[in-house]
């Protein structure tokens, strides 16, 4: 059974970093891609960041320069480093995966708040 979890998530100040990270817990089935989505406090859930298994990435415009997504193939583990926070990046951050069975599986998310 596939379980995605997410970690690294916590309070930070305006300028500050956190990486998250995301773990298959569960089973060993591999991935094609995963991605970082976010949901801000009374908004939609967007798109951050993705990475495919062949290394290509893409970052949503307001993350370009700040985020970097990277994929630890060994550790079975997907990173977000994100630096320069804004209080704008404050959000339930969620890890994605789309399966090698074509199916999406979603984690259950962790709270990022950037705020002094």
């Known amino acids: 059974q596939v379980q995605l979890v997410e970690s690294g998530g916590g309070l930070v100040q305006p300028g500050g970093s956190l990486r998250l990270s995301c773990t298959n817990a569960?089973?060993?089935?591999?991935?094609?891609?995963i991605s970082w989505h976010r949901q801000p406090p009374r908004k939609q859930r967007e798109l951050v960041a993705a990475i495919q298994n062949s290394g290509k990435t893409n970052y949503a415009n307001s993350v370009k320069d700040r985020f970097i997504i990277s994929w630890d193939i060994y550790e079975k583990t997907v990173n977000l480093q994100m630096n320069d926070l804004k209080p704008d990046d404050t959000a339930v951050y969620y890890c994605?995966?789309?399966?090698?069975?074509?199916?999406?599986?979603w984690g259950n998310g962790t709270l990022v708040t950037v705020s002094s």
């Open positions: 569960g089973s060993t089935l591999g991935f094609q891609a």
């Open positions: 994605e995966g789309r399966g090698a069975d074509g199916i999406d599986y």
